[in-house]
C-alpha cells in the first residue's frame, strides 16, 4: 500500500504487509518491508493527501530529525495521520524498528491501531504487560498511560530493545508527576524519537511534563514550547474544521431545601454559586420539562439536517452519570420514536458499540464519560451538553467531539444550559492555552487532570449536592446562539417561531454566510417582539384577565428581550445587565419579582 507522497526528497514510499510466518533475531528490524512503489495504490485512503500544516509538520520534522517533537493541533485537524505519517518515514529509512503509541483510554489504543492498519502499519492494541511481547507481525503495540504507569521497567526494557519511535498521544495526561509522569519519563527515556501530541489545552499545575520543552516567558515563569501550532481558528480558515454554533437555553428553575424551604431562578442571571448550581441541576433533571424540551429541539435541529446536506448526521447527548443517562435514552425515545445508542461508561463493550454507531445510520447516542480527547466519530453533528461537568478541559473535550470536517460548508450544533461559565467557553473557544510552570497567585482554571478525573467520575449515586435539594421543575427557552465568538438572539420559548428559526438554519453554509444569517434572524426576532409590545399597548377589547403566572411570564419574557437587544447595542453579559436593572429599580431577583417590579425594570430599558 502506498503512502502519501512525502514533502521533502523525490522518493515515494511502499509499505507492504508483514510477511507471514518470517522470524527475526532480537534487535533487527520489523519484518515488514519497505520498499519504492511499483504497483497502482489499491485503495482510496492510501492516496489521500496531507493537509497543508501537516505537510509543514512534517517538512520541520524530517529536517530537523528532532528526538523530541511538539505537534499542538486543535481536534479533528488529523495528529493521528501525521504521527502515522512520522512512524512510516522513520520505518523506512531505519531511523526506528518499532513503534510505541501511548493514548489515555483503552478506546483510544484500538482507534490508533484501525488508522494505523489503513496506511499500512500494523500496531497491536491487545498488548498486555502480564505478557510482555507480541507477535513480531507488529511494527509496534498501542497501550494506555495507565498500563505504562503499572510497570513501567517492562516498558523501558522494550524501548531499549529496539530502536524505538514513542507517540505520546494527548501528553499533558503524562504531567502527573505522582503516578502517569515519572512513569512516562521512567519508560521513555532511552527512546531514539519521541513524538507528543495533543488537541486540548496543557494543565494548570505546576508539574512539567516529561519530553516538553520550556522557556521563560519575560514574568518570571517558563512557558511549553510546541514545535508545531495549528489552532482552532487556524483550522477554521482552512476549512479543516467546523465552526460550532451553540444554543444556550435559559429557564426558571424551581427546587426545595432539605428545610422544606422553595426556590426558583433563572439560568443565566447573576446568582450565588449554590444556586447557580441547584438551579443547572434543576434544569438538567430528566423529571423535569426542561431536558424534554431541549431535547426535542435538538432532535428538530437533527431532523433538518439529515433531510438537507447531511442526511446521515448524528447526535451525541453528554450524560452526567447512568441514572441520567439512562432516563434522556427514555426521553429521546419517546422523542424520536427509536431507542438511541446507550453507552456507559463501565460497559465492556463501550468501544465496539461507539465503533458500531459511528458506521451505522443511527440519529442518537447517549454517553457517559465517552468523551475523552480522540474519540472519533465524524458524522456527529449535533450534541447536547447534559452534564454539570463544569472545567475548561472536560468542555474542550466534549466540544471536539463535534469539530471534524468532512465537507466545506459543515456547521456543529450544540444545546447547553445557559450558564456563566459554559457561554464563557462557548465564547472563548479559539482562545490558545501553553502549559506555564511557576506562575505567581495563578488561580485554579480547570485544565488540569485532577478537575478531568472529578468531572469524568463515574456516579450511579446522587452525591451530597443532590441529595441537599430536591428539583421541582424548570421550562425552557433559548435564551441566545453563540457562533464565532458572538452572540446572537434574544429569548424564545420552546417550540415558538423564534425558536424554529434557529433550529431551521441550513446545515451547509460559510462562516460569513451563517453570520449574515444569524443577524438576519436576530431582526427578524426583534421585529416581531416589537410588533407583539406594540399590539399590547394599543387599543384592544380584553375578552379575558390574565392570570397572575401569565402576566408575570410575559413580563419575564419582555424584560428578557429587552435585555438581549441591550447586549447587542452594548456587548455586555446579559447577567451584567440584569443586575444593572435591578440595582438602578431595587425588588428581588426576576424570578421572585413582581409584577410591579418587573414593569418598573421594563420601563427603565425603555428610557436608556
Request: charged residues 20%.
Amino acid at each position: 500500500m502506498r503512502l502519501p507522497q512525502p514533502v521533502s526528497g523525490d522518493r515515494e514510499l511502499w509499505l507492504v504487509s508483514p510477511l507471514t510466518g518470517a522470524s527475526a533475531p532480537e534487535g533487527s528490524a520489523p519484518p515488514a518491508v519497505l520498499r519504492p512503489a511499483d504497483t497502482t495504490p489499491d485503495t482510496e485512503s492510501s492516496r489521500r493527501p496531507l493537509r497543508a500544516w501537516q505537510r509543514r509538520a512534517l517538512a520541520r520534522y524530517l529536517a530537523t530529525a528532532p528526538r523530541d517533537f511538539l505537534a499542538v493541533a486543535t481536534p479533528g485537524a488529523g495528529k493521528t495521520t501525521f504521527a502515522l505519517r512520522v512512524a512510516a518515514e522513520l520505518l523506512a529509512d531505519r531511523t526506528v524498528q518499532a513503534v510505541t503509541v501511548v493514548t489515555p483510554t483503552e478506546h483510544l489504543k484500538h482507534q490508533w491501531a484501525a488508522a494505523a492498519a489503513e496506511v499500512g502499519l500494523a500496531l497491536d492494541p491487545d498488548f498486555r504487560n502480564s505478557v510482555g511481547a507480541t507477535s513480531r507481525d507488529y511494527h509496534g503495540v498501542a497501550v494506555t498511560y495507565a498500563q505504562v504507569a503499572a510497570h513501567p521497567t517492562l516498558h523501558r526494557v522494550r524501548t531499549e530493545g529496539r530502536a524505538t519511535l514513542v507517540v505520546l498521544d494527548e501528553i499533558h495526561h503524562g504531567g502527573d508527576a505522582k503516578s502517569w509522569g515519572d512513569a512516562v519519563r521512567e519508560a521513555f527515556t532511552p527512546a531514539v524519537r519521541r513524538l507528543a501530541l495533543t488537541g486540548t489545552p496543557f494543565r494548570s499545575d505546576d508539574t512539567p511534563i516529561p519530553f516538553i520543552n520550556y522557556e521563560p516567558d519575560g514574568a518570571g515563569a517558563l512557558r511549553s514550547v510546541a514545535d508545531h501550532f495549528y489552532g482552532y481558528a487556524e483550522a477554521l480558515a482552512d476549512g479543516v474544521v467546523r465552526p460550532v454554533m451553540f444554543l444556550a437555553y435559559s429557564g426558571e428553575a424551581r427546587w426545595r431545601t432539605s428545610a422544606g424551604e422553595e426556590y426558583s431562578a433563572r439560568l443565566g442571571e447573576p446568582l450565588t454559586a449554590e444556586h447557580t448550581a441547584r438551579a443547572w441541576r434543576t434544569a438538567l433533571d430528566p423529571a423535569g420539562e426542561w431536558m424534554p424540551a431541549v431535547l426535542s429541539a435538538a432532535h428538530t435541529r437533527l431532523t433538518q439536517l439529515r433531510a438537507g446536506a447531511l442526511p446521515d448526521a448524528a447526535g451525541l447527548v453528554i450524560a452526567t452519570d447512568h441514572i441520567t443517562a439512562r432516563a434522556y435514552a427514555g426521553i429521546l425515545a419517546t422523542v424520536t420514536g427509536r431507542e438511541p445508542v446507550l453507552v456507559l461508561s463501565d460497559d465492556p463493550s463501550a468501544t465496539g458499540r461507539i465503533a458500531a454507531f459511528a458506521d451505522s445510520d443511527e440519529r442518537w447516542l447517549v454517553a457517559v464519560r465517552m468523551v475523552s480527547e480522540g474519540v472519533d466519530v465524524p458524522r456527529l453533528a449535533v450534541g447536547v451538553y447534559a452534564t454539570s461537568a463544569a472545567t475548561p478541559l472536560y468542555f474542550a473535550q466534549a466540544v471536539g467531539r463535534f469539530v471534524r470536517c468532512r465537507r466545506p460548508g459543515e456547521t456543529a450544533t450544540v444545546f447547553l444550559p445557559s450558564v456563566p461559565v459554559l457561554l464563557g467557553l462557548a465564547s472563548e473557544l479559539e482562545i490558545q492555552r501553553d502549559h506555564v510552570l511557576g506562575a505567581p497567585h495563578r488561580a485554579a482554571e480547570g485544565w488540569d487532570d485532577e478537575a478531568l478525573a472529578l468531572a469524568n467520575a463515574q456516579r450511579d449515586e446522587p452525591g451530597e449536592q443532590e441529595r441537599a435539594f430536591t428539583a421541582l421543575g424548570a421550562d425552557a427557552e433559548l435564551d441566545q446562539v453563540i457562533y464565532d465568538g458572538a452572540s446572537f438572539g434574544t429569548a424564545a420559548f420552546a417550540t415558538t417561531e423564534d425558536e424554529q428559526d434557529y433550529l431551521g438554519l441550513p446545515g451547509l453554509l460559510a462562516p460569513d454566510q451563517m453570520r449574515a444569517l444569524l443577524q438576519q434572524r436576530q431582526q427578524q426576532q426583534v421585529g416581531r417582539a416589537t410588533q407583539r409590545s406594540g399590539e399590547r399597548a394599543g387599543p384592544s377589547v380584553q375578552t379575558q384577565t390574565p392570570t397572575v403566572r401569565q402576566r408575570l411570564t410575559e413580563l419575564r419574557r419582555e424584560l428578557n428581550t429587552l435585555v438581549a437587544m441591550a447586549h447587542h447595542r452594548t456587548d455586555r453579559p446579559h447577567g451584567a445587565i440584569h443586575q444593572e436593572v435591578r440595582t438602578a429599580c431595587g425588588g428581588p431577583p426576576t424570578a421572585m419579582a413582581t409584577v410591579k417590579d418587573l414593569e418598573k425594570r421594563i420601563a427603565y430599558l425603555r428610557s436608556r
